[in-house]
């Protein structure tokens, strides 16, 4: 399975862009990236996921290097709320996509 | 909808008790998940299905059996519970194509006494 390589934690300031880095530079032609988030106490949830084009939603923006290896998870505006774990992992569509497999992922922790 | 609803939430067994974790989902997804996370973890797959009556070993498979006879379950089982296999185990589904999303449920917090 494709890895993927991500700073252990990372701070912002509330109201500022937080812009979380994520390395896979042996992501495949048919890899998807997903970005999920823990929250404390909660199960993982999802956030965006994207092919080749960069992606956006309610939630946050997923910008995708032009190589694919390397994405970055962009929220706009961080809140409290957004302090959690946030794991970027691969999705291969090549001989199914049955497995789920997480990093250790990113802290993100929002200062008032 | 109810998503992915885990069973129980909370349990204590004694070394070498045995239970069975329960997993319920209600969007006929085909993939099921089982996770265990320990504090300051990441996830670790246990186990995974990509069909009713299919299952699968993940990164840390041992100590624990599964099973899926109906689409909508997965379930987890310890045949004999150990103080290292105390941890919080997370459920998930999604559908089989790699450009979906997966839930999860909230989790059972398990200790082995």
């Known amino acids: 399975d494709a890895k993927t390589t991500q700073p252990n934690s990372m701070e912002s300031n509330e109201e500022e862009p937080v812009h979380l880095p994520c390395n896979h530079s042996?992501?495949?032609?048919?890899?998807?990236i997903h970005w999920y988030r823990q929250l404390p106490s909660q199960g993982p949830e999802y956030v965006i996921h994207g092919l080749t084009s960069n992606v956006n939603n309610r939630m946050a923006s997923l910008a995708i290097a032009e190589d694919r290896k390397s994405s970055t998870l962009i929220l706009h505006r961080a809140t409290l709320r957004d302090a959690a774990v946030y794991y970027c992992i691969l999705r291969t569509a090549q001989g199914g996509s049955e497995k789920l497999v997480f990093g250790k992922g990113t802290k993100l922790t929002v200062n008032p | 909808n109810a998503g992915v609803t885990q069973t129980p939430k909370f349990r204590v067994l004694k070394t070498g008790q045995s239970m069975t974790l329960l997993c319920a989902q209600d969007?006929?997804?085909?993939?099921m998940y089982w996770y265990r996370q320990d504090p300051g973890m990441g996830l670790r797959l246990i186990h995974y299905?990509?069909?009713?009556?299919?299952?699968a070993k993940g990164e840390v498979p041992d100590g624990y059996n599964v099973s899926r006879l109906k689409k909508q379950n997965f379930l987890l089982g310890l045949e004999s519970a150990a103080p290292s296999q105390t941890s919080v185990y997370f459920c998930a589904s999604s559908y089989s194509v790699a450009g979906t999303e997966a839930f999860f449920g909230q989790g059972t917090r398990l200790t082995v006494v």
């Open positions: 042996t992501i495949s032609g048919t890899d998807y």
């Open positions: 969007m006929n997804h085909e993939y």
């Open positions: 299905s990509v069909g009713e009556g299919t299952t």
